[in-house]
Nanobody, 118 residues
């Protein structure tokens, strides 16, 4: 069982920045594939960014160049640096873990709300 606890959400004006954090349980965090997903009001639950155990990253087209995913294995922590925020980034953001890197997230955090006003 992997427990994930997100923090760092909040309200921000367009153009601002936020950094989300996700602390994971477990002794083998360095081997996990991790990601961030989001669900906005009335929208689908979409992938935002992912990072593999070797550090390879992938981003949704809508956030490329603005968001950066990173992982601190010493702290068992996943980050999402969000810059140049837009109102359409408003969503509940979830941290997700794929401990065996099988291409499917098995564990989810409780979510942290990000609200961007124009």
């Amino acid at each position: 069982q992997v427990q994930l606890v997100e923090s760092g959400g909040g309200s921000m004006q367009a153009g601002g920045s936020l950094r989300l954090s996700c602390v994971a349980s477990g002794d083998t965090f360095s081997t996990y594939c991790m990601g961030w997903t989001r669900q906005g009001p009335g929208k689908e639950h979409d992938a935002v960014a992912a990072i593999d155990s070797d550090g390879t990253t992938r981003y949704a087209d809508s956030v490329k160049g603005r968001f950066t995913i990173s992982k601190d294995n010493a702290k068992n922590t996943l980050y999402l640096q969000m810059n140049s925020l837009k109102p359409e980034d408003t969503a509940m953001y979830y941290c997700a873990a794929d401990p065996w890197c099988k291409g499917r997230y098995n564990y989810w955090g409780q979510g942290t709300q990000v609200t961007v006003s124009s």
